[in-house]
């Protein structure tokens, strides 16, 4: 999403490139460019005027030291006022009361369902119990997507069909939580224009008629500009808690994550991409500078690596990667959790220095499929013992799965290299020697 914005910043950086110390004309020129990629990205003027003048104050204050680049001081500066820019600090989900409550609103289309079933994924999973509320009254369909989403993600979805009412069907499906040990109630409401009064008129009683715990606004961050403006009009007649940024993946300008704090005044606390259930992650404004700037955000791509992988699994494939087993089956299972994680590109602009290299390389979500195909056209004594695919076998998988013998090849190979690899790795990690030569092989002396 930030990829145009992190490459003009990277542009206004160099400005400063081989300078020997920052002056006023040279911190002038590079504000200037700053201040266009903020624009450029979509971000409210004044946000960027406010910010930029920060950068500016902050930087003619400052002396270079000898071991630091003024190009390097910049992006610091940068780094640390786009951080207080977008809340400094991550805020946490308030779950208060027995049950706790969240009311979701927002326009149409903004993906608030979709939202509701990742945030209920995402609360199951610190084993508490959730119910999800249907009080979207209007859309024919509203219903029927989440309980799909509900019977995908494991959780109860509370409904009353018949009832058009959503001040009762909430305070229902609280009661209903209540009798049946429900810890957490998520609300999904009907998606509602600004400007439409009833609508809002109705959202603000089943407000007050239930005092949520917390008020998320799902905003869809595609939306820009105009993002900020909504929100700023919601949070006049809600009074919300915090803000959810959909649809991250998309082609957005990311105007709206940098400017919603700044001009609503409420946190973000979640941003979403894509439609897996566990594409979501709690915001945190320090590793989104990090990657709007092209540092990466390791942190975040190992917590999500985390959820996927638990330590049994981890424990048994180590086991079997010793003794020399690690099979079809395996490289599978593996296949299945990477994929968990989310968009495959977002992943790997996770990576430092990774962004810019992706910028304009097309990562495509169903890369995986000519490898699974391969797989699973093969038979279970196949995948246990990878060494029994011959060249007729391997013809058959290649016709099986509808790829060419070339590709069963490349899988083959692969396979095999990464064994041969996973081997090593454990071999030098299990002795003082192979830790010396591990620690020669990444450039270090051992001890």
């Known amino acids: 999403m930030f990829d145009n914005l992190s490459t003009k910043l990277d542009k206004a950086f160099k400005t400063l490139k ?21 624009v450029d990205a979509d971000v409210n003027y004044k946000v960027a005027k406010e910010v930029t003048d920060k950068i500016k104050d902050e930087a003619m204050g400052r002396d270079v030291l000898t071991t630091v680049s003024p190009g390097q001081l910049m992006t610091k500066i940068v780094y640390d006022e786009l951080t207080q820019l977008m809340g400094g600090t991550k805020e946490d989900v308030v779950l208060k009361g027995d ?20 945030l209920a994924t995402f609360i199951k999973k610190q084993n508490r119990t959730v119910l999800l509320v249907a009080c979207d009254i209007y859309r024919p369909a509203a219903i029927d997507q989440l309980k799909v989403l509900g019977e995908q993600v494991g959780v109860e979805v509370y409904s009353e069909p018949e009832n058009k009412n959503p001040v009762e069907i909430s305070q229902n499906a609280i009661a209903y939580a209540k009798k049946n040990n429900k810890k957490v109630v998520i609300i999904d409401t009907a998606g509602r224009l600004a400007v439409d009064e009833q609508m ?37 007649r809600l ?20 400017s919603i704090r700044a001009v609503v005044e409420k946190p973000i606390k979640f941003i979403s991409t894509g439609e897996k259930m566990e594409a ?24 999500r690596a985390q959820q996927q992988f638990d330590e049994d699994e981890a424990k048994r494939i180590n086991q079997k990667i010793r003794k020399n087993q690690f099979n079809f089956d395996d490289f599978l299972s593996q296949l299945e959790q990477i994929k968990k994680m ?11 220095g990774m962004s810019k290299a992706i910028k304009d390389v097309e990562i495509d979500d169903d890369a995986f499929k000519p490898i699974e195909a391969i797989i699973k056209s093969m038979t279970p004594q196949e995948r246990a013992q990878p060494e029994l695919l ?58």
Do not use: C, W
């Open 280 to 303: 979501l992650d709690m915001f945190y404004p320090d590793r989104m500078a990090q990657r709007i700037l092209g540092m990466g955000d390791v942190i975040s791509l190992v917590e």
């Open 200 to 236: 809002m008129r109705e959202i603000e009683l089943v407000k007050r008629s239930i005092n949520p715990s917390e008020t998320l606004f799902v905003v869809d961050a595609m939306t820009g500009q105009d993002a900020v403006n909504t929100a700023k009009t919601f949070n006049d």
């Open 239 to 258: 009074n919300f808690d915090g803000v959810v940024l959909t649809k991250l993946d998309g082609d957005a300008r990311g105007g709206a994550a940098l």
């Open 18 to 38: 081989g300078q020997g110390s920052i002056t006023e004309i040279n911190v002038a020129a590079t504000i200037k460019e700053i201040r266009r990629a903020l």
């Open 99 to 118: 049950p706790a409550v969240i009311l979701l609103s927002g326009l149409q289309g903004s993906g608030k369902t979709t939202f509701a079933g990742k």
């Open 342 to 352: 989310g968009n495959l590109k977002d992943l790997v602009g996770m990576i430092p």
């Open 390 to 447: 011959n060249g007729s076998r391997r013809r058959r998988l290649a016709k099986g799965s509808g790829t060419d013998i070339q590709q069963v090849n490349n899988l083959m190979k692969q396979f095999e290299d990464m064994r041969k690899v996973m081997r090593t790795m454990n071999k030098m990690s299990s002795t003082k020697g192979g830790m010396q030569q591990m620690a020669k092989m990444m450039g270090m002396r051992g001890k």
